[in-house]
Each structure stands twice: as C-alpha cells, then as structure tokens.
C-alpha cells in the first residue's frame, strides 16, 4: 500500500493531475453520471453518487460541471450505456495490478487495456487472478501539517478507522466501508483538510521492487490512468524511498 499510495500523492504535488485536467474532469463526470442513474440524483440518499461528488471537489471540479453530471445521470433522456469493470493483470517483477473503468464499449477498453499491459511488461490476466489479494476499503491522506500523529490517531480511531500512519509527508488511514463517511465528517469537524479520500481496493501484501521494474511498473500505471475509460488503477507494490524520489525526480 505504501509505494502506491506514496506514488499516487507524489503524482498529486508535481501537478500531474492538473496537466491532465481535461481528462480527469471526463472521468469524474462519468462516475457521477453512472452513479446517479443507478440510485438517484440526491446525494444524501445515493452513497456512491456522494462519493462520486467528493472526489469530484476535491479534484477541483465546477460546480456547474458536477451539477450537470448529475442532471445528466439522474435525467430521462437516453445516455451512453456505461458499464462498470474491473481488469487483472501483473506488471513488472510480478505485481497485481487491479484497473476499475467505466465504459460504453467493453470490446475497444479490453483491447486498450490489454495492449497498454504488453506494451510496457506485463500482462492482462483473468477475472479473480489477483482481486483476491485486495480489500475494498475507505482510504484518507492527511498532510503531516494539518494534525499531529497523537490527536489524529485518537479522532480517526474513534470514528472508526482502522489504521493510521506516517507514509513520507502524509498521514494514511485506512477504513472499513462502513466507517468511510464517520471518518470523513470527524475530520471535517475538526478542520482536518484531506489530499485525498477514497473507496479503495487496499492490498492485503506488497511486491519489493528494484530501480528497474520501479520504473516500468510506473510507466504501466500512468499509461493505464491515461486511459480515458479507467478511472482507477491500484497496485500491490513496495518502492524503497530512495528510488521512488529518484524515478520521480525525472518524470
């Protein structure tokens, strides 16, 4: 958990997200254009449709572009046909990787995400191969800055967290599902500002890796998040923080 969440924040800071603005506004008009035609276009009664919100806000997003996913979702008019997927596979020195897209061609995202596997040294493997070795959990980031390690374990724990720790420069905690929405709005109470909160498949063990299948396993990750049907990629990877620092530095 801990290189690729390491990695995902890293990503966050160097502005990734924002140079690929654009297309990350597309996904998450998707997740809440599906989120709302499958439960309803209020929040407060559609778990996942809140969800979908959130990280939409936390990414940034207009609010007249969120409310217009929603419409869109919740509206009678015909859509696209969106359907929800989930691709396994194994990168470099053997790690799972796990792909969730949202998409109205199964066929052209199967062969995207097949070849973008290939490409760069690894490969699309069937349905149950590596999920196993996932848990759906709730996960959080909090910059180091915003609580001290004492005060934050107590109010996460409370709410019902069940880990919290240092990774780098951000506190992780780590939820059960049901406790995702107590953790966040006891945070929210405390002024407890998050870079990143999420319903995640959380590994159960990570894969070590050298300097060498670091890098083309995180050119496979970016590769696939570029992939405008994927809205979510997770991996099972432990990257030392000398070589992750190093592998970021020059991308």
Request: hydrophobic share 35%; aromatic share 6%; proline share 3%.
């Amino acid at each position: 958990m801990a290189g690729h969440s390491h990695w995902a924040n890293i990503a966050h800071k160097k502005g990734r997200i924002d140079a690929k603005r654009g297309k990350l506004f597309g996904k998450l008009s998707r997740a809440i254009i599906v989120a709302a035609r499958n439960g309803g276009g209020d929040p407060d009664m559609n778990l996942a449709l809140r969800y979908a919100i959130d990280k939409a806000k936390k990414n940034s997003m207009p609010k007249d572009n969120i409310e217009r996913a929603v419409q869109k979702g919740s509206g009678d008019s015909d859509g696209d046909d969106y359907q929800d997927l989930t691709y396994e596979g194994y990168g470099p020195g053997g790690v799972a990787v796990l792909c969730e897209a949202l998409t109205e061609n199964r066929n052209r995202t199967a062969g995207e995400v097949r070849k973008t596997f290939e490409v760069y040294g690894g490969n699309l493997g069937s349905t149950g191969c590596v999920s196993y070795l996932f848990e759906r959990k709730g996960r959080f980031s909090v910059p180091a800055e915003q609580a001290d390690e004492e005060t934050l374990f107590e109010l996460a724990v409370e709410a019902g967290a069940e880990d919290v720790r240092l990774e780098g420069e951000e506190f992780e905690i780590v939820t059960p599902l049901e406790s995702f929405q107590q953790v966040a709005e006891a945070l929210e109470s405390k002024g407890i500002e998050t870079e990143v909160a999420e319903l995640a498949h959380i590994p159960s063990n990570s894969v070590d890796l050298d300097e060498v299948d670091a890098r083309r396993l995180l050119k496979l990750l970016d590769a696939l998040e570029d992939n405008d049907d994927v809205q979510n990629v997770t991996a099972n990877f432990n990257i030392p923080e000398e070589i992750m620092e190093s592998v970021m530095a020059e991308t």
